[in-house]
């Protein structure tokens, strides 16, 4: 039986090994890609098969001036351990990236470079959003990948 309280700690994201420094949360969502079947005689009868994936859904803020340099989606805290900002990784006519994936990596633990626990894979942004209001720049996104799962670093 335990005793005292639990201990928990924070969760990083990091993009081509590259810390997420605007980042203010994330989200990982895994699926088999199937569907559930119905038929008339037994309701629910099942799932078919389908392709898996990962998705990473992240949101976070654009500093006006960075300490790491630049500013808005060129800010070092935005971009990627390749050098390459993040709104540039989108597959657009505008890539940046040449088409190249980027491998995301959550991690778990008050030491991004130590975690206790990790997610890890490589994929492509395939959506982000800005959101200008009063006070801030907000950004949000997500990124697809190749099923993975949560493992030991």
Avoid: C
């Avoid at 700690?9 to 997420?20: I, M, P, R, S, V």
């Avoid at 990784?89 to 990790?118: E, K, V, Y």
């Amino acid at each position: 039986m335990a005793t005292g309280p639990n201990q928990y700690g924070k969760g990083y994201l990091k993009f081509d090994g590259g810390t997420a420094m605007e980042v203010l949360g994330w989200k990982v969502d895994f699926t088999d890609g199937g569907e559930d079947q119905f038929t008339l005689a037994r309701g629910w009868a099942g799932r078919a098969g389908g392709n898996a994936k990962t998705s990473v859904t992240f949101h976070g803020v654009l500093p006006t001036v960075s300490a790491d340099g630049g500013s808005g989606t060129t800010s070092g805290g935005m971009v990627t351990g390749k050098g390459i900002a993040i709104d540039a990784t989108l597959l657009n006519n505008q890539n940046g990236n040449n088409n190249l994936p980027i491998r995301f990596t959550g991690t778990l633990g008050s030491n991004p470079d130590a975690p206790f626990q990790a997610v890890s894979a490589s994929g492509y942004i395939s959506d982000l959003s800005f959101e200008v209001d009063e006070k801030t720049v907000k950004f949000s996104g997500t990124l697809s990948a190749s099923p993975t799962k949560w493992g030991n670093p």
